[in-house]
């Protein structure tokens, strides 16, 4: 009965860090842009830039590690994963897209997401080749950082081509950072820590088993992620257009978010079912 008791304390702590985090950067960033807007110094641009892309993503990815419960995933090793998720993902994505995407109007999104959520489990698969990556919980969270590392990046990226294309226009930048900010939780992070928990949980200490359900979940995500871009164009031949491209991208948002609680529940019960049984974490993690 004892145990019990701890095992409840454990899984139903609440830990409310991730807000501090997302609400001391959000107070750095209004300043940071306020202070741009004033000076027109153009130095600290990038930085502005970057911490507002990079907020969101920092924020999801720690409210993720607070609740790891039972887990011995450690912080280096998940910050490992946000920074190999998103340079190797981001660089292999740009490398691969130009080779393998048709110019075919209806595949071209599906295409994107086949690509992209192969290329954001790069980095994790890098970390875990040495490690025990058997428990569905660290694999959550890594690939929750490795995609929301692709989030950060991509996001950059979007937000410094909004500002060129502007002609130097501090307000699209802004309009841009905060857009991908509000659907940066939806997409990228959300996708891949589906995939990798269920990678983790079907492989055993070692070695990673391809097995139906990873193929499976891998064409799921693929398909949420083509879904979430191609939206937009296939409804734009439909009345009532941004109606409908709302109520389509809410779908599946609904749908990423509801699988994504499946797999942190079932995580969190495959963690303590371990800790009864006996079964060490990964030790590798520390």
């Not at 691969?96 to 109007?105: G, N, R």
């Not at 995609?147 to 991509?154: H, I, N, Y």
Request: aromatic share 12%; hydrophobic share 50%; charged share 15%.
């Amino acid at each position: 009965m004892e145990d019990q008791t701890d095992y409840e304390e454990i899984v139903n702590h609440r830990n409310l860090s991730w807000l501090k985090v997302f609400t001391g950067g959000l107070l750095l960033y209004i300043f940071g842009v306020g202070a741009l807007a004033v000076t027109r110094n153009s130095n600290i641009f990038p930085t502005v830039v970057m911490l507002g892309n990079f907020l969101v993503p920092i924020t999801y990815v720690a409210f993720f590690y607070q609740r790891r419960h039972l887990s011995k995933l450690d912080l280096p090793t998940t910050a490992l994963a946000f920074f190999y998720g998103g340079m190797l993902g981001v660089l292999a994505a740009a490398t691969l897209e130009p080779i393998f995407l048709s110019q075919h109007e209806l595949l071209y999104s599906f295409e994107v997401g086949i690509i992209e959520e192969f290329a954001k489990i790069i980095g994790v698969l890098i970390i875990a080749k040495r490690c025990f990556h058997d428990s569905e919980m660290d694999g959550l969270i890594l690939g929750a950082a490795s995609g929301m590392g692709f989030a950060a990046l991509e996001s950059t990226g979007y937000a410094f081509t909004a500002f060129l294309a502007s002609g130097g226009s501090l307000s699209q930048t802004v309009l841009i950072t905060l857009i991908r900010g509000v659907i940066a939780p939806i997409g990228h992070g959300t996708w891949t820590a589906i995939l990798v928990s269920v990678m983790f949980r079907e492989s055993g200490p070692r070695i990673f088993h391809l097995n139906y359900k990873v193929i499976g979940t891998y064409l799921t995500v693929a398909a949420l992620h083509g879904l979430w871009n191609g939206l937009p164009e296939v409804l734009a031949i439909f009345p009532q257009t941004v109606v409908n491209v709302f109520t389509g991208q809410v779908i599946v948002a609904i749908i990423g978010f509801f699988l994504l609680w499946r797999r942190y529940n079932e995580a969190k019960r495959l963690q303590i079912e371990r800790l009864r049984q006996g079964i060490p974490q990964a030790t590798c993690w520390k």
